[in-house]
Every structure is written in C-alpha cells, then in structure tokens.
C-alpha cells in the first residue's frame, strides 16, 4: 500500500500540534479591567510576558504594562515593581505612581487578594476586584487551522485513493 507524502505528514503533524497546543496557546499579552464603585470609573489596561515565566517581573519578562482608568494612565515607567503569577492569574505586588498626575496612585495589594486600589488625587481610596484575560495570539489559531487543513487534505486524497481501486 502506498501512501502519499501528504497523508504522512498530516497525522504526525497533527498530532505535534496537539501536543505542543499548550505551550502555544499560552498567551504573551494579558488585559486587565475593572469597574470601581462608587462612580462606575472603569479602568483598562494591559501588558506582556516572555510567555515562559510563571512569575513575571518588571526586571525582564513582564513588559509594556499599561492601565488606564478615568484621566490617569499609569505604565511600568513609574512604577516600583510589577510581579505577575500566571498561575494564579494575580498581581503580587504593584506600586505605580500616575504619569500625569503624581498625587494619584495605582496598586494591588499583592497576595492572593485579587483587588485593585486606586488613590486619587482627592484622597479617595477606591478598591474593586480586577480580571486579567490572556489575548491569544493571532498565530496560534493560525497553526491549528493549518494542521487541520493539511489532515484534512491528506485524508481526503487518501480515502478518494482507495474508492478509486475499490
């Protein structure tokens, strides 16, 4: 029986897809949001890891921090530390001071509370819960589609072979 270089490509292929899809679909960019009550101020924002850090510093494999609430931006430029467990999908610990505004300030507490406190310049403490949601990647589903397109194909050939002879 004689097969084609395609069919015999496609299902190891397949397979190395599924079994790398972890370590693909991990994602290097994150976004974070919170809504602040009272008031209803949201506030988004996101940054970026080495993708192979568990736990991410601002001294390398945590990058391009950015969070946006109201007038304030607030970016890892001002900040003291950012240390990210993506584990556990928290901040352990983050003080940053706003770039417009040095009275305002932006931090979380760290520990396993998962809470943002935001210190404006009226001495208003505001503390809500955050999410962090990882932004996949457009290449990953891109190697997925490909490798099902190419088992697909190759099957497809492989089965209008056999009909063929049959």
Request: aromatic share 10%.
């Amino acid at each position: 029986m004689k097969y084609s270089f395609l069919s015999r490509l496609a299902l190891p292929g397949l397979m190395s897809l599924i079994l790398l899809a972890p370590a693909i679909a991990r994602a290097d960019m994150f976004e974070i949001s919170a809504t602040f009550n009272p008031g209803g101020l949201k506030g988004i924002g996101s940054f970026q890891t080495n993708g192979t850090c568990i736990i991410c510093m601002s001294e390398g494999t945590l990058t391009n921090f950015t969070f946006t609430v109201d007038d304030d931006t607030f970016t890892e430029s001002s900040t003291s530390a950012i240390v990210f467990d993506r584990a556990l999908n928290i901040f352990l610990e983050l003080g940053l001071i706003g770039a417009d505004d040095p009275t305002d300030n932006l931090g979380f507490p760290g520990g396993v509370v998962n809470n943002l406190d935001l210190l404006d310049e009226d001495g208003n403490l505001l503390s809500t819960p955050y999410t962090v949601t990882p932004a996949p990647e457009p290449s990953s589903p891109v190697f997925l589609a490909g490798g099902i397109g190419l088992l697909v194909f190759g099957l497809t050939r492989r089965f209008a072979k056999k009909s063929a002879t049959h």
